[in-house]
């Protein structure tokens, strides 16, 4: 069972673009519906919701590299009020997200990432392949938000030159890349007119203007060949099936146990919010067992 948001608004794009005259090449993301789907599926507050929108353009930028079918997962982790951001990209240019958080701490509007995330936090990349063995990467954060963050663990893991500039507002979430192509020799004034140019764009324009009126805003002295928008869409990949094999793996006594405590289990996807329930006869079809008649004997040991 897959839940799509059919991405129709022409603002879920994600855009690439080369520039002819320099080994520079750039991507830009905007997503508006998608994001809105995502944020109303949990009380955010905004500070969290502000990371949580960044990482989400800049998982959508990150996966644009995807050469095999499979999802990419960009996670950062934290050991204070804030414990997790994760985005999920996939192949088939679908995106999830959620974070977890203190719920009962209080957190300010204008609280920064690294304040929220307390210390030893990483920073983690995962790639999924649908038919292959995951490989993941894991290093100490670094930097005071989420695009520092990136362009450090990406000039560590990619040895390229990377600028990355991301946003987030209520309605929308943007992100742009510029990164010098490998193998290929760039003046470094050159490299850096084009990341200061990029770092002059405001969170307005970033969340507000689709691609064609960013990168005109930025580069219409130099302006970039630009490639088809690749559309965007939210889909979560929760299913019944899933949560059946997660029971299975707590084991048939845990499982029996809540059953027989409540009348049932409930588990809701922390990304979509579906609720799938497991009764007593889903139970015993599940782990083969009689729930009814381990009742009766924790009863009669008792």
């Known amino acids: 069972m897959t839940h799509n948001l059919a991405a129709l608004h022409p603002d879920n794009t994600r855009t690439r673009f080369i520039f002819d005259d320099m080994p520079v090449r ?33 998982g959508v930028l990150l996966s644009s590299n995807l050469k095999i079918d499979g999802t990419l997962i960009v996670q950062v982790q934290g050991q204070g009020r804030l414990k997790m951001l994760v985005v999920e990209a996939t192949s088939e240019q679908t995106v999830r997200a959620t974070a977890r958080w203190d719920e009962h701490a209080g957190i300010a509007d204008d609280e920064s990432l690294t304040g929220l995330l307390g210390e030893n936090s990483v920073f983690v990349l995962t790639l999924q392949p649908k038919d292959a063995e995951p490989w ?24 390229l030159d990377t600028h ?20 290929e020799e760039i003046d470094t004034a050159a490299w850096e007119h084009a990341s200061t140019l990029a770092q002059t764009i405001t969170v307005a324009e ?11 805003r930025l580069f219409h002295e130099t302006p970039p060949r630009v490639f088809e928008p690749e559309n965007i ?7 019944r099936g899933k949560v059946s094999d997660m029971l299975l793996m707590l084991g048939g006594e845990e499982v029996s146990s809540v059953v027989t405590e409540q ?29 009814s008649a381990l009742r009766q004997e924790t009863q009669r040991i008792q």
């Open 26 to 58: 750039g991507l830009h993301v905007r997503l508006g519906k998608v994001w809105q789907h995502i944020v109303k599926q949990k009380h955010y507050p905004a500070a969290i919701r502000r990371a949580l929108g960044e990482l989400l353009a800049a």
């Open 136 to 159: 993941q990467g894991i290093v100490p954060l670094e930097g005071g938000d989420i695009a520092q963050m990136l362009m450090n663990y990406m000039k560590r893991s990619e040895q």
């Open 164 to 183: 990355i500039v991301l946003a987030a507002s209520d309605t929308s979430v943007g992100g742009l890349l510029l990164q010098r192509l490998p193998e």
């Open 206 to 216: 970033l969340t507000g203007l689709d691609a064609q009126h960013v990168l005109y």
């Open 233 to 239: 869409e939210f889909a979560c990949t929760c299913s």
């Open 263 to 291: 009348g049932s289990i409930a588990v809701d996807c922390d990304f979509c919010h579906e609720k799938y329930v497991f009764d007593e006869t889903d139970v015993n079809a599940l782990f083969g067992i009689n729930v």
